[in-house]
């Protein structure tokens, strides 16, 4: 059973929830300024990581020190390639997701084939491996306006998601409230 005191912190899920809704709605009316800020803030983590594995690189009780070195050049590179190139940044992540739809798609179609003599709904599984490649270099053809509605995705995600923490944050304020009423 889940103790009394949890449901006294019914306003983080409600705080949680409204700030997913302003990201969710940016997300949705405003995808470019949404990727950008994405992207500044992933650039921003590269950059801290990177200054943090140094740190830990030239401490002197660190283990293998030169591989916390390596980590945190490597994080640095990319975090000041971020700031240099953010479109490119934007465009890789793109690349990766559609490349990945292709071949996982692909491999899908082929497990359908493998199937066929197994069950009756090979069918689905290599309809599902067509859309993933058919998705996949949609991605590929147009990255950019593909940048953008996967951002628009992630903020109709972000609003549905949302939308239930406020839900729960609700249920546990009236548990809250009746729990405090007994006492």
């Known amino acids: 059973m889940m103790p009394m005191n ?15 809704m302003v990201f969710g709605l940016l997300a949705v009316f405003l995808p470019g300024l949404t990727l950008a800020l994405l992207i500044l803030l992933f650039g921003i983590w590269a950059l801290v ?15 293998h020190p030169w591989l916390f070195g390596v980590e945190g050049l490597v994080s640095l590179g990319v975090g ?15 690349y990766v997701i559609a490349a990945w739809a292709i071949l ?3 491999a899908r179609v082929a497990l359908s084939f493998l199937l066929r003599n197994t069950t009756s709904r090979e069918w689905m599984m290599g309809l599902s491996g067509i ?53």
């Open 49 to 63: 990581d990177g200054i943090t594995h140094l740190a830990l690189a030239l401490r002197a009780e660190a283990v």
């Open 80 to 94: 000041v390639a971020v700031f240099f190139y953010p479109m490119a940044t934007g465009l890789a992540l793109v």
């Open 131 to 183: 859309l993933a490649a058919l998705f996949g270099l949609l991605l590929a053809w147009e990255p950019e306006a593909g940048a953008l509605a996967l951002t628009i995705w992630i903020g109709v995600y972000a609003l549905f998601a949302s939308l239930v923490f406020v839900g729960i944050a609700l249920r546990m304020r009236r548990v809250h409230s009746l729990y405090s009423q007994e006492l």
């Open 104 to 106: 996982t798609g692909m």
């Open 6 to 20: 949890y449901f006294a912190q019914w306003w983080v899920w409600m705080l949680r929830g409204l700030l997913g």
